[in-house]
């Protein structure tokens, strides 16, 4: 080989490790609890996936439950029930599991009988009737409560599995920042609060092709 194109090909080499080293998602393993968040990866791509931040509601040795919070679809509250039109709160994509099944997030505690606590003044579940009651005699304001479709879910260990493969991050935001529905690059507003090269992940273009 010539010494011109040695030289060529170890700056090529150089490059291609720089790259590999920008992109490579080696961040410090945690190991997620109840009410922490997932934030995907860049290069996770799919419906409910796909640059998603997803709050876990339950963890434990039987696996996890979570809601997506950035995935909202064109539908409010009042299009499924029409006792409830003057709520016009949106609904988001939960996850891909019982997708014709409603669930709700919350901040009205025992309120709600049957609820599940998940952190601080944070709930999930309930009985709907109460809710749906509660919302009648205007006894429930808009932030304090969340509509999802679906929920995302995780058998024993494969979240695990997911996380060793870098599929997620590990964040955290405060219950008023989870309960806000109007807050449009909620993934780019966490990945930026991650620091480092997470904030310019944030600025990565979902799909590069089309730069």
Not at 117 to 139: A, C, M, P, R, S
Request: hydrophobic share 40%; net charge neutral.
């Amino acid at each position: 080989m010539q010494v011109a194109d040695k030289k060529k090909c170890e700056n090529t080499n150089v490059k291609y490790m720089l790259r590999e080293d920008f992109f490579n998602i080696n961040h410090k393993k945690e190991n997620p609890v109840q009410g922490d968040l997932l934030v995907a990866e860049p290069f996770l791509h799919g419906k409910y996936f796909g640059r998603s931040v997803i709050l876990l509601t339950e963890v434990n040795d039987k696996g996890a439950v979570g809601f997506v919070l950035n995935k909202e679809i064109q539908y409010v509250v009042g299009d499924f029930f029409p006792d409830l039109d003057k709520f016009d709160l949106p609904i988001f994509l939960g996850g891909p599991m019982n997708k014709d099944k409603l669930f709700i997030l919350h901040t009205l505690g025992n309120l709600i009988p049957q609820s599940v606590h998940v952190k601080d003044n944070l709930y999930w579940g309930g009985d709907f009737e109460t809710l749906t009651e509660l919302i009648k005699q205007k006894q429930v304001k808009p932030h304090q409560v969340r509509f999802f479709v679906g929920y995302s879910g995780w058998t024993s260990g494969q979240l695990d599995v997911e996380l060793e493969e870098n599929s997620w991050v590990v964040s955290r935001l405060s219950s008023g920042e989870i309960m806000n529905t109007m807050n449009p690059g909620l993934w780019e507003k966490v990945m930026r609060s991650l620091g480092g090269k997470y904030k310019v992940w944030a600025n990565f273009p979902e799909n590069p092709n089309m730069n």
